[in-house]
C-alpha cells in the first residue's frame, strides 16, 4: 500500500501487506489486523519469519483472516528508516566503561549524528515529518478501504495499543473489537516512565524470588546480593564475551557496569521465559563469574535488544520525542528516591535519568501533537486486555488502569508473564478466541478450562516450576 500524500508534502511510503485467509470460499468482513509495537518495531513479515506466523496462525484457530503489515520506516516498508553505522557505534560503546550519564550522552551524540547523516539523504526531512501516531491511525483507515472490510478486529501489542486506541478515537466506526496485549496508553509519557518501571519490575522480580522457600534458599536475600554485585561492578565492571543469537555472529565484548546490570535484568522482561535466570545471574556478577550461562543469556538478550536489526531508530525517536518528554523532572526524581535510597551507587544525575538533548535534532521544524491525543481513550467496543504480572515495560497498573475506564473491557492480567504476554502464554492466545466467539462453544487449541484457570490465578512465580 502507498501511503498518501500530506497537502505540502510529495512523498511518501510503500507499507507490505501480508493476509493470512482463515477460510479458502470466504473472506472475513471483519478481519485482525496486527499492529507491532515499538515505535519503530516490524512486523517481521520477512522470508525468514513468515514461517512463525503461519504457524502460530494454524495453531491459534482463533477463526477470522490475519493481516499484518510493516508500518512507516520500519521492516520492510520503502524507504525504511535506519541509523548507517548505528550498531557499529553501540557495539564499540559497549565495550566502553561508561555511567550512566555517560552512557546517555554516548546515545544522544549517536542520534544526533544519525539525524545529521540522515539529513543529507534526499528527501528525509520530507519522510520525517509523516511519521507519527497521527499518520499511522490514517494508514490504518486506509488499509481498511483498500481491503474493502466492514469493520476492524484490532490487535495491538505494547506502543501498538497506543495506536489502536488513538484509531478507535477516531474511527469508532471501523472497529468491531479490539485484543490489546501490554497496554500503553496516551496518558503516560514513555520518556518519564521508562526508569521508573524499570525499577519497580526488578524489585518485583526479587521480592518474588524471596517469598518464595525453594528461591530463597538458593539465592538467600537477593535484594542484598544485587546492591554488592552493584558496589562491586562500579569500582571494576565485569566483562563478558556475550554469544549472539545468530551463530554465524561472532561473540561480542561488554563491560557490564552498574547501570547496564540493571537494563539486563530489565529486558528480561522482554522474554518471560528468561526471568527465570535472574537470581543465578546476580549470584554471578556478586561471585565475577563471567562464564555463568544464566548471565550470558540475559547478556545476550541485552544485546539483541540493543541491536535489533528490523528496528528504526529514527521513527522511534521522531515519535516518542514528539509524543513524550515533556514532564516535571523534579517530581520523577522524588518518585525515584526510593530506588535512590536502595541503590545510591548508581548514578542519578539528571542526565542518567533522561537527557532531553536526545530530542533536540529529531524536534526540528516538527509539528506537536494535538492536546486530544495526551487524554484518556473511552470507547464501549469490546475490548480483551491483557497485561503481564513482571511487566517492567507497559506494567499491569497501566493495563488496569485503562480497563476501569472501558466500560465494555476485560482484563486478564497472567502472573510470571512479562512483556508480550500472547507470546508467553500460551493460554492467553484460548482467551483470545474464546473472546472472538463468545456464543460459540469453546474449542480451546493449547489450554483447557483448568489450565486457563490455574494461570489467572494469581499464584506468585513458582521458581521450582520454572528451573524445572
Known sequence: ??????????????????????????????????????????????????????????????????????????????????????????????????????DSAQFTKQMHQCYQRLSHQSGFKDHLELISTEHSTEDIADLHELLRVKQWVLMGVSYGTRLALEFVRRFPEKVQSMVLDSVYPPEFDGFETMIENGFKG????????????????????????????????????????????????????????????ILLLDYASYDSSLLKEVPAAISAVLHRDNDDPSLLKLASN????????????????????????????????????????????????????????????????????????RKAVVTDKPTLILSGDLDSVTPSDWGWHLATQLPNSRYLEYPNVGHSVLTSSLCSNDEVQLFLHPTIAPNPSFCNAKERKRQLSGAKMNWSALQN
Open 202 to 261: 526488578v524489585d518485583k522480580l526479587l521480592k518474588s524470588c524471596e517469598e518464595d522457600k525453594a528461591c530463597d534458599a538458593s539465592f538467600p536475600d537477593l535484594s542484598e546480593q544485587l546492591r554488592q554485585a552493584l558496589f562491586q561492578i562500579v569500582e571494576s565492571p565485569l566483562e563478558l564475551l556475550v554469544p549472539r543469537e545468530d551463530s554465524k555472529l561472532a561473540s561480542q565484548v561488554m563491560l557490564l557496569t552498574a547501570h547496564r546490570l
Open 1 to 102: 500500500m502507498t501511503t498518501r500524500n500530506g497537502s505540502a508534502n510529495s512523498k511518501s511510503f510503500k507499507l507490505p501487506i501480508v493476509v493470512l485467509r482463515h477460510s479458502y470460499w470466504k473472506n472475513s468482513d471483519a478481519p485482525m489486523l496486527h499492529i507491532s509495537g515499538g515505535p519503530g518495531g516490524a512486523a517481521y513479515i520477512d522470508a525468514a519469519t513468515m514461517p512463525y506466523w503461519l504457524q502460530n496462525f494454524q495453531a491459534q484457530n482463533w477463526g477470522i483472516d490475519f493481516v499484518l503489515y510493516d508500518q512507516r520506516g520500519t521492516g520492510l516498508s520503502q524507504p525504511f528508516l535506519d541509523c548507517p553505522d548505528g550498531h557499529e557505534t553501540r557495539l564499540e560503546s559497549l565495550k566502553m566503561s561508561l555511567t550512566g550519564s555517560q
Open 302 to 373: 541485552y544485546l539483541e535488544i540493543e541491536l535489533f536489526i528490523q528496528f528504526s531508530e529514527p521513527v522511534f525517536m521522531i515519535t516518542e520525542c514528539k509524543e513524550n518528554g515533556r514532564f516535571n523532572m523534579a517530581a520523577l526524581r522524588k518518585r525515584l528516591q526510593p530506588y535512590r535510597d536502595e541503590y545510591p551507587m548508581l548514578d542519578w544525575s539528571a542526565q542518567a535519568i533522561f537527557n532531553t538533548e536526545v530530542c533536540k535534532d529529531w524536534l526540528e521544524d516538527m509539528h506537536k501533537p494535538s492536546e486530544p491525543y
